[in-house]
């Protein structure tokens, strides 16, 4: 079965402080993997999207990394501003295209100024 | 471009009545999806529609739970009979259907309708 695993659950920083967010993915044929970010009440904000083991993709602080079977967001000197919950998705490959989302639960990210 | 919105964005009821939910997409996006995501969880797939033809649905979503998109614009989301689990938020997304790599395409979610059933 297709499935997402995020970890930690939860992370807390200080400001500056850098780390990285793990999801680990099982899928029967990669189409996609995708960042997204969601605040509290709010629905999730697209950040990146990865294909191809290899493939790395960056916007402001953040950089998003691609194995054969786990992704990594990078955040590079955190603000307040980007706590936040984080939401891995895959898009897999079956016998025919689904374009449903899987999602982890997410990890939740506080920044300390 | 507006984005996708939702309505209501809460939704509080008592068990045993209907409510429906209202998603307008993206202007233009021709595919629309709905998820579920209750507390401490990631969304989870309910349907897609791609125009006005319902393409794939979830085992979630049971025979209480009926969506519908018309025209192949707005779509709405019908739970009869709610249940105290139907508690949840209800997320519609919207993609151009213009397919890149591997055919994906963005999926741009709306705030979502928070649903309470009491």
């Known amino acids: 079965e297709d499935q997402v695993t995020q970890s930690p659950e939860a992370l807390r920083l200080q400001e500056g402080e850098s780390s990285s967010l793990n999801c680990s993915y099982t899928v029967s044929g990669l189409r996609g993997l995708f960042w997204y970010r969601q605040d509290p009440g709010k629905g999730p904000e697209f950040l990146f999207t990865l294909y191809s083991a290899g493939e790395e993709k960056e916007k402001e602080r953040l950089k998003a990394t691609l194995t054969k079977k786990e992704s990594f967001l990078h955040i590079t000197a955190p603000k307040p501003e980007d706590s936040a919950t984080y939401l891995c998705a895959v898009q897999a490959l079956y016998g025919g295209a689904t374009n449903k989302l899987i999602f982890g639960t997410g990890t939740l990210l506080a920044v300390q100024p | 471009d507006t984005g996708v919105s939702q309505d209501p964005r809460h939704k509080i009821t008592k068990r045993g009545q209907n409510v429906t939910f209202r998603c307008d997409p993206i202007s233009e996006h021709n595919r629309l999806y709905w998820y579920r995501q209750t507390l401490g969880q990631g969304p989870e797939f309910l349907t897609y529609f791609q125009n006005e033809a319902q393409l794939e649905k979830s085992r979630l979503l049971s025979d209480r739970f009926s969506a519908e998109r018309p025209k192949g614009s707005f779509s709405t989301l019908e739970i009869q009979r709610t249940e105290q689990g139907d508690s949840a938020m209800y997320l519609c997304?919207?993609?151009?259907?213009?397919?890149?790599?591997?055919?994906?395409?963005?999926?741009?979610f709306g705030p979502g309708t928070r649903l309470t059933v009491l």
């Open positions: 997304a919207s993609s151009s259907g213009t397919s890149g790599v591997r055919g994906t395409d963005t999926q741009y």
